[in-house]
């Protein structure tokens, strides 16, 4: 690849696979609907290039169909020739290769463009399929079979009884913490021009005419914006910033979705009665966040951003609430005559008169002879004097608000008005109830190294450096704990109560927080309630769990936190760095393990268990679909609860889109209740004893191998050139360093995320399977290996997401990659690990191809492929560029700048097309 300016045609510039170049014959074994919305987005792209540059368009067109013959060279070779003719693969590397520096970015963003349109086209699709599904119901089924959260319910009924069934359901919570990790390589301006073009496509299907002709205009002006706006955004985004992703899921999707969830649920639980009764269906959903709060390794975290971040959730959703409470009181415009007011509602009014006699005359002006509608419509005025902070006017805690709406909802009923009552009212408690005066619960988290240096300065200094100056960063851990107070005085105690340790290695780890706690306040009334959460996430610290576990539950604090918690207690388990620390499989093992070893020692204490999953988008982290997660589980390991970390791009996949937002809330729930199923139950214990003696082998086997990987010499360099990881540290995508900054100086000191987004990047997805292959290899034993794979839900569910990520591998990329660090011994390693994997992950599933049975997720990805390969070309020219040119100091600061910003468009287009990357 050359950096000069020169403008170079490629020799062949013909289209290879069709005529037009709009659509490739493999496209056509998709769905009709998928394929029409591919082939229209492909064909405005295609116009938005050529607009731009005529030549752009026809490098796009030979680049993508030299990699579509290449990408069906190498599929006919999976299942015939071995050595398939790879010279497809050898032109697009051969015109990418001429292009010179500026034309190839505009190449990369051409990629990444049409991977967001293949991204939206496939959610599209999604979203139809449920709507036809939802169509096809009938009125009089059992239950809703799109609905997965009446299908458990209703097993549960027919396996416990209504009793108990209904106190499962009683206990139902589901708690994704939404975290910073940088994972999504989408800068916000383009997530902005996503949205539309979604909206947009989504329309296109119902419309005709004059009308379809202004939907297809504007589709060409979103994405000729798209492709004009760079992937790479100015600047890294600081922590409040960050905030802002919650904010615009909560906005777009959750606050409005939340109470369909529940309405949706309800109607079938009441039938007929839905409507006219009390909602039997809970507010289940309780979402935390660690933005502007996880100062694990992130210094621009600080005890003021957390002070910022929260004021902004709150003042955010009070606002929300203001404006649904002041559009709820507007409608209930029931005379008194015919809805007469309770007597508790009177006495409402005549406390908010007391109040404000200048708010209740406004109301009552507006609403004569509507004492429902005029008292909403003080306490809509009450809520924006919440957010100004008047003593006077404010409320104090969501609590008062929720129960004054409490009041407004048993006078409409009392009166006859039910369905007033227990309609748009109902919502707007179900989201009080949901968001509070919070909208999440923040959850502060910190390494445990911090807090033992913190107290070894004060021991040394004294408290306020009597015997000399303390370090910053004992301030700063002081200063954590007065904003975590400080956010608690005014947004409650459920708004900040939590305080994970990450690296939790001992008891004294939680006497650490709980005295600094103690020390950064000088009277005691101020010190804030927390509950101290260790986070287990080596394999070494997974493995003693329990006798830490058993030494923390003896300290004072904890003792009189379980007691005023009726003995609920919380414990966090890391996906990330145990897969880093010991590889997939070992990482997978050790979790379930330990999941059980503490089920069984928090029933020995009785103590009301929750897990804290923290767990990633990418397979590497602990990724994959959540639902099947959860009814993985060890018995008793969910307890009618499941939280777990969400991040990245996973927020925007799963929360993005409000059908898919309900689809995937529904199922969640679904799977959090069924696990607590006699039959589920039944099944993961049985067969997580059945096969104990292979996961052992495997166990041992695959860890064996990881290591030996690890610990070959020069590894981690060799690592950091066969990947992009340098420049994925470059990306402006979160406000966190790649490194936790405490001093190590080799892979322990790497964070997972870009560990696991680098492998992934290369096509070569090491950290979601390593190992396995050879696990396999000693086992030996087939039939058990596809046994265990039918029958054990744990198993299947590894089994199948491994799967996946091999079919997002690609032998012939990865060699380019791995050609990058010139050592034979690892690149070997590497590649025969990937073959004896893949080898016997198809034999376990019995397919020919990774994902060959799941026909519209392997063929979307297959048909991705291609695309994927021509950023990954070019990406991995230009660090070879990179690489070798800046070893010789061949290149200026200009030239590398340039190489840098086509390889960080090549990292955001690869990541759009690959998903779950990080």
Known sequence: MTDTDQQITPADATIVSTGTGTKGPEERELPESLSNDMSLCLR??????????????????????????????????ATADPHPDEDGLAKAVATIDAMNLHDAQLLARAFATYFHLANLSEENYRVSVLRQRENQVEDDEAVDPVNELTTAYHQLLTEMGPAKAKALLEKLEFHP?????????????????????????????????????????????????????????????????????????????????????????????????AGLEQPQCPAFFHPGSWIGSDRDGNPNVTAKVSRQVARKFSDHVIGALEEATRTVGRNLTMESETTPASAELKSLWSHQKEMSERLTDKAALISTKELHRAVMLVMADRLRYTIERDADLMYHSCDDFIADLQVVQRSLAEAGAKRSAYGPLQDLIWQAQTFGFHMVEMEFRQHSVVHARALEDIREHGLHGERGELQPMTHEVLDTFRALGAIQKRNGIKAARRYIISFTKSAQNVRDVYELNRLAFSHPEDVPVIDVIPLFEQLEDLQNCVNVL???????????????????????????????????????????????RIVAWAAKHDIDLTLFHGRGGAVGRGGGPANRAVLAQPKGSVNCRFKLTEQGEVIFAR?????????????????????????????????????????????????????????????????SIVTPLTEVGLLPIGSRPAKRGLGAKSLDDLRTIPWVFS????????????????????????????????????????????EMSLAKTDERIAKMYLALGDDENLSKKVLDEMKLTTKWVLKIVNDEWPLQHRHVLGQAIRIRSPYVDALSVTQVLALRSLRKKVDKEELSKSQQAGFIYLILCTVSGVAAGLQNTG
Not at 53 to 67: E, G, H, K, S
């Open 759 to 802: 492998w992934a990047q290369a096509r070569i997805n090491l950290a979601a399977w390593y190992g396995l292959g050879s696990a396999c290899e000693k086992f030996g034993d087939l039939d058990t290996l596809r046994e265990a794979y039918e029958e054990w839900p744990l198993f299947s569910t590894f089994i199948d997401n491994i």
């Open 177 to 273: 913490v939404f975290t910073a990790h940088p994972t999504e390589a989408r800068r916000k301006a383009v997530e902005g021009k996503i949205r539309r073009i979604a909206e947009l496509l989504e329309e296109n299907k119902r419309l005709d005419g004059s009308d379809k002709k202004e939907n297809v205009r504007r589709l060409y002006n979103e994405i000729d914006a798209l492709f004009r706006t760079s992937p790479i955004a100015l600047k890294k985004p600081t922590p409040v910033e960050e905030a802002d992703t919650i904010l615009d899921i909560f906005d777009n999707t959750l606050f409005t979705t939340i109470p369909k969830v529940y309405h949706r649920f309800n109607d079938w639980l009441l039938g007929d009665k």
């Open 655 to 719: 929360y993005g889109n409000p059908v898919l937002a309900i689809r995937h809330l529904e199922s969640v729930a679904a799977a959090t209740l069924l696990q607590s199923a006699p039959s589920v139950e039944k099944t993961n214990t049985e067969m997580t004893e059945k096969y104990a003696q292979m996961t052992e082998v495997l166990d041992n086997a695959s860890h064996e191998r990881f290591l030996d990987l690890l610990n070959t010499p020069d590894f981690a360099p060799w690592f």
């Open 550 to 596: 058993e030494e923390i539950v003896k300290i004072p604090e904890v003792q009189a936190r379980l007691k005023a918690t009726g003995n609920k207690m919380e414990i966090m388990l890391g996906y990330s760095d145990s897969s880093k620390d010991a590889g997939p499989t070992t990482a997978t093992l050790a979790l379930h393990s330990a999941e059980s």
């Open 44 to 77: 405005i792209l295609r116009d938005v290039l050529g607009e731009y540059d005529p030549q752009l368009l026809a490098t796009f067109d030979t680049v993508r169909n030299y990699a579509v013959k290449a990408s069906a060279e190498h599929f006919a070779g």
